[in-house]
């Protein structure tokens, strides 16, 4: 068959220009639905993962069978395989600002990612570290490290050695102007350290919100703890350090 020619439209200016061709079908999205899709996408990914694993642990192949249900009775062993986690919880993850931007405009701003360089005969060998936490928001928080050639391997990796670190804290309402009763703060002062980095974390009443850097405030949120006071001492630029004596201090709430 012979294509037919279309005649020429003067009112948009040429063959077909301007309406709806063969080139513009694709539907404007806003950023924000870009987004979502991304996470649907991913959270399908994850869950097809999970569907697709063959547990190697004895740990594993207990949860996998549905024999073991409580997070609790898990983190009391050794865990090895992050599904595992994955499987009883549903945790979100955010990364800490550990490195810092290079070149022009400044540099030194503060990135996720920390290059570092190897150097040697044939040239320069960049690596790429990160540093995720995993938490629920609701008592539940890990802190994870991770180094790759490339930055979101790298991600990848802090974020399952997160998950493999989780551990469970105690929250309670204990600041002395406050009566209402509910996990909110932690229980009593406790203290982490870390390199020179010193963490003090002190219970706050209902509303205070979180009285502290930016790097722990993101630990704090996925532990659930909604209001505290914190004093904090050393090179606190130092934000693996900072972060790791967080994670301490957190730790304390349950071992006293
Ligand atoms: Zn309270």
Redesign the pocket.
């Known amino acids: 068959m012979v294509e037919q020619k279309k005649p020429f439209d003067r009112k948009s200016g040429g063959f077909n220009r301007g309406g709806p061709g063969k080139f513009n079908k694709r539907p404007v999205r806003s950023k924000a639905e870009i987004e979502k899709m991304r996470n649907e996408r991913l959270a399908q990914q994850h869950a097809e993962h999970l569907d697709n694993w063959r547990p190697r642990t004895k740990l594993g192949k207990l949860v996998r069978a549905g024999k073991v249900k409580d997070i609790d009775e898990v983190l009391k062993q050794k865990v090895l395989e992050p599904e595992i986690i994955d499987l009883l919880i549903n945790l979100k993850s955010d990364v800490l600002n550990i490195g810092q931007a290079k070149g022009k405009f400044g540099g030194g701003k503060r990135r996720a990612w920390r290059q570092t360089q190897k150097k040697t005969s044939e040239g320069n060998v960049p690596t790429f570290s990160c540093m995720a936490v995993v938490g629920n928001g609701d008592g539940y928080v890990g802190l994870g490290y991770g180094r790759a050639k490339e930055t979101l391997p790298a991600r990848a990796k802090a974020i399952r050695k997160a998950k493999l670190n989780l551990r469970k804290i105690n929250r309670n309402?204990?600041?002395f102007d406050?009566?209402?009763?509910?996990a909110?703060?932690v229980p009593f002062i406790v203290e982490g350290k870390m390199g020179s980095c010193k963490v003090k974390l002190m219970p706050a009443?209902?509303g205070t919100g979180l009285v502290i850097g930016d790097e722990c405030k993101k630990i704090l949120r996925m532990a659930g703890v909604k209001?505290v006071y914190s004093v904090t001492n050393g090179k606190i630029r130092t934000t693996i350090n900072l972060a790791k004596a967080c994670i301490e201090a957190l730790d304390k709430t349950v071992r006293e």
Do not use: F, L, N, P
């Open positions: 309402c204990a600041s406050c009566t209402c009763g509910e909110h703060s009443a209902q209001d």
